[in-house]
């Protein structure tokens, strides 16, 4: 079992960037693809991005194209979030992931691909 932690949340106007880290720990950091999630009060868990096991591949949501940018540094155990651009629709609890399986669900994955999760940390973007 893989324990996951989040941080770097907080609250930033819109038009404004934050780094989200989640670090891995207690089990082979590797053995994982690391996604993020996000949910919004009274709304579904949403996919925000995903990437494989070298950090070579990588999918996102597409609300969150060509703002978002997911990636992991192994050495760390820790997978990272830039968020650019933010929007107040962006708002939301964000949740780290980790699954042991790659599935060819493109910009598709679903939170039932993942089997570990974190406790989710708060970003809120302002006008």
């Known amino acids: 079992q893989v324990q996951l932690v989040e941080s770097g949340g907080g609250a930033v106007q819109a038009g404004g960037s934050l780094r989200l880290s989640c670090v891995a720990s207690?089990?082979?950091?590797?053995?994982?693809?690391m996604g993020w999630f996000r949910q919004a009060p009274g709304k579904e868990r949403e996919f925000v991005g995903v990437v494989s096991w070298s950090g070579e591949e990588t999918y996102y949501g597409d609300s969150v194209k060509g703002r978002f940018t997911i990636s992991r540094d192994n050495a760390k155990n820790t997978v990272f979030l830039q968020m650019n651009r933010l929007k107040p629709e962006d708002t939301a609890l964000y949740y780290c992931?980790?699954?042991?399986?790659?599935?060819?669900?493109?910009?598709?994955?679903?939170?039932?691909?993942?089997?570990?999760w974190g406790r989710g940390i708060q970003v809120t973007v302002y006008s």
């Open positions: 992931a980790a699954t042991t399986r790659w599935f060819m669900e493109g910009s598709r994955w679903s939170g039932d691909h993942f089997e570990s």
């Open positions: 207690g089990s082979t950091f590797t053995r994982y693809v």
